[in-house]
DNA sequence: ACAGTAACTTACTTCAAGGTGGGTACTTAC
DNA sequence: GTAAGTACCCACCTTGAAGTAAGTTACTGT
């Protein structure tokens, strides 16, 4: 047969497949599609942000999911964190190139639900109109 | 001051800005952008489903949840519900022009979420690695 | 000496998401 | 006759996401 050894892994990985349940994929894609993980990549798309900037920014944010959320993306590799060792302290959030990338296709999903909102408020009163007895 | 009268509405209302709190296109956000919503849209991208071939295609929704979400999208005009009077129950789910439109936005985000996932871990080591102490 | 500040962390609590298991109504296949 | 498939709904319960509020650090300004 002659098959090559696998170079990374002795377990063989399926490939990434987001509609396998266990595919780490999902992970990844809640945590940029999470509903303060969206905000705050779009936010970041446009300049870089000190954490109390940012949650002055992104409304309703509590400092506690700010940070997790911040956290989150940094793991990924979607953010970058910048502490500047400064009393009181100073810390900047930006997207790295791959962040980037993801941020520019959430803006754009955002963007796209707020140009759209007349059309879904116009789709729930034909259908709760529809069903009303 | 001869200011027109508002021709929609009477309290008028401001701009949608998904960074705002209580701007309603947040909801419609985390609609497509939820755990179920995204990978039911993209599904639903490639052909349209029945439901229990959804639910067998989508992996690991409960019947429950895959109902909720497809409610949700029908709601705000994604997803377009026809179910035929026949028995057994036949009900054939596909998008709307609209819910098109997102589809293919989820649809770029997951592949591109699969695509980058060797990044990810990749940067998630580096994490990983940087605070054991 | 004491308040203020920035960026958190921690503990506690609340609420919604989600899972489980039941039922329904009817038909076809075994 | 009974099991399985179909597309659900409903009630119950668990888990996890998120909010609230307080504590922490180390320095600066008054």
């Known amino acids: 047969m002659n098959v090559r050894e696998q170079p990374v892994s ?3 990985m399926p490939p990434p497949d987001v509609n396998r349940a266990e595919c780490p994929s999902r992970l990844v894609l809640e945590h ?3 509903r303060w993980g969206v905000l705050v990549l779009a936010a970041l798309l446009e300049r870089s942000y000190r954490f109390s900037e940012l949650r002055r920014q992104v409304g309703g944010v509590s400092e506690k999911m700010l940070a997790q959320t911040l956290q ?3 793991r990924d590799g979607f953010v970058h964190r910048d502490a500047k060792p ?3 302290p100073r810390v900047d959030y930006s ?3 791959m962040g980037h990338e993801v941020a520019e296709q959430v803006w754009t999903l955002s963007r796209w639900v707020e140009s759209r909102l ?3 408020f116009e789709a729930r009163e034909t259908y709760d109109g529809a069903r009303e007895s």
């Open 32 to 34: 940029v599609t999470s």
């Open 118 to 120: 007349d059309d879904v």
């Open 86 to 88: 400064v009393i009181p």
């Open 72 to 74: 989150a993306l940094e």
């Open 95 to 97: 997207l790295t190139p």
């Open 10 to 12: 002795e377990t063989l």
